[in-house]
């Protein structure tokens, strides 16, 4: 069982930046690929970064490319997304997500667990 717990979101400038943190319980967080997903209203939650237990593969959507970077701390079971150029189009509730399942992960329906969420929105 692992609980997730997002901070950081909140109101920022378009082109201004904002970090993200996704703290997360247990001893086997390596073990974890972990991921940020976003669901803006009335739409579907969408893919945004993965990145494999020890960070060797990271994977982005073709939408934030060059402008959020994941990483993780696993001494610190700690997952994050440094957001920057953000845009009115990136506000969303950001969601922390881990798999233990192997494959492609851009399906918000691999995810074994789930944060509670975080809100971000960006003013024009």
């Known amino acids: 069982q692992v609980q997730l717990v997002e901070s950081g979101g909140g109101l920022v400038q378009a082109g201004g930046s904002l970090s993200l943190s996704c703290a997360a319980s247990?001893?086997?967080?390596?073990?974890?690929?972990m991921g940020w997903f976003r669901q803006a209203p009335g739409k579907e939650r969408e893919f945004v970064s993965s990145i494999s237990g020890y960070g060797r593969l990271i994977n982005y959507a073709d939408s934030v490319k060059g402008r959020f970077a994941i990483s993780r701390d696993n001494a610190k079971n700690t997952l994050y997304l440094q957001m920057n150029s953000l845009k009115p189009d990136d506000t969303a509730v950001y969601y922390c997500a881990a798999t233990q399942r192997i494959g492609d992960w851009k399906d918000p329906s691999g995810s074994d667990y789930w944060g509670q969420g975080t809100q971000v929105t960006v003013s024009s």
């Open positions: 247990g001893r086997t967080f390596s073990t974890y690929r």
